[in-house]
C-alpha cells in the first residue's frame, strides 16, 4: 500500500516504519514535514524517499495550510496517511477528507493526557502507568477511534526524559504493527468504530 508520513521533528517512528516498511507492506510515496529542520527529513533522504517541507508560518490561516498540504498528499494517491510526530491541529475539513485511512500515534494511554507534555504530565499526576495510544485521525484532537495501546509502568524516580524514551521503545514496535494491520486491509473504520479482521476493537 502506499503510504505518505507527516512529521515535525525527530522522526524516530518514521525510522521504525522505514526499517519495517518492506514487511508491514508500506511503499512510502514521501515523507512531508512542517518544518525545514526537522531531522526526520535527513533520514527519509538517506532512505531515498522523497521529502517536501510545507512550512506552516508561509500560509496566512491554518485552512490554507491544510489546504496546500492536502494537494501534496493527494499527488500521491496513498492508501493510508501516516502522522508519525506531526504537531499540528488539523482542520475539520482535512481530517473529515481523509476520515478511515489516517492514523495518529500520541504518547500517552489516550483519553488521558491529549495536547503536550504528556510525559510531565503523567508523572504529575501520579499515574502508574503510562504509554502509548494510535488512533483513527477525527476532527477531535488527540480524540479519533483508538486502534491499540502499549503499556509501560511509571518507575517512582522516573522523570520525563526517562519516561519518554521507554514509551518511544513501545511506539516503535506498536506503530509498525498498526500500519501492517491496515496495508493488509484488516483494519477497518465504520460509523466511528474500530474493527480488526472484523472484530471490534
Ligand atoms: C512521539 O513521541 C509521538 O508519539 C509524539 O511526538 C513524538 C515524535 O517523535 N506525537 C505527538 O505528541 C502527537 N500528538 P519522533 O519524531 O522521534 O517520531
Redesign the pocket.
Known amino acids: 500500500m502506499k503510504g505518505v508520513v507527516l512529521?515535525?521533528?525527530?522522526?524516530?517512528?518514521?525510522q521504525s516504519i522505514i526499517d519495517n516498511a518492506n514487511d508491514i507492506n508500506l511503499d512510502i510515496e514521501a515523507v512531508i514535514s512542517n518544518k525545514e529542520a526537522a531531522y526526520?527529513l535527513e533520514r527519509a533522504k538517506k532512505a531515498n524517499i522523497t521529502t517536501h517541507t510545507l512550512d506552516h508560518k508561509q500560509f496566512s490561516s491554518r485552512e490554507a495550510f491544510d489546504q496546500n498540504l492536502s494537494q501534496l498528499i493527494d499527488q500521491y494517491n496513498p492508501g493510508v496517511i501516516i502522522?508519525?510526530?506531526?504537531?499540528r491541529i488539523l482542520t475539520e475539513e482535512f481530517t473529515q477528507k481523509y476520515t478511515g485511512k489516517m492514523l495518529?500515534?500520541?504518547?500517552s494511554l489516550l483519553p488521558k493526557f491529549q495536547?503536550?507534555n504528556?510525559h510531565q504530565r503523567a508523572i504529575d499526576a501520579k499515574e502508574t502507568e503510562h504509554g502509548?495510544t494510535i488512533h483513527f485521525v477525527t476532527a477531535e484532537l488527540?480524540g479519533g477511534p483508538i486502534i491499540a495501546q502499549s503499556q509501560i509502568k511509571v518507575l517512582e524516580d522516573d522523570s520525563a526524559e526517562s519516561l519518554?524514551k521507554r514509551?518511544?521503545i513501545e511506539?516503535h514496535k506498536l506503530f509498525p504493527k498498526v500500519i501492517h494491520w491496515f496495508t493488509q486491509n484488516q483494519l477497518k473504520l465504520n460509523d466511528n468504530k474500530v474493527t480488526l479482521d472484523g472484530k471490534l476493537m
Open positions: 512529521i515535525s521533528g525527530s522522526g524516530s517512528n518514521l526526520g502522522l508519525a510526530g506531526f504537531m495518529n500515534i500520541h504518547p495536547g503536550l504528556t502509548v488527540d519518554a514509551v518511544l511506539e
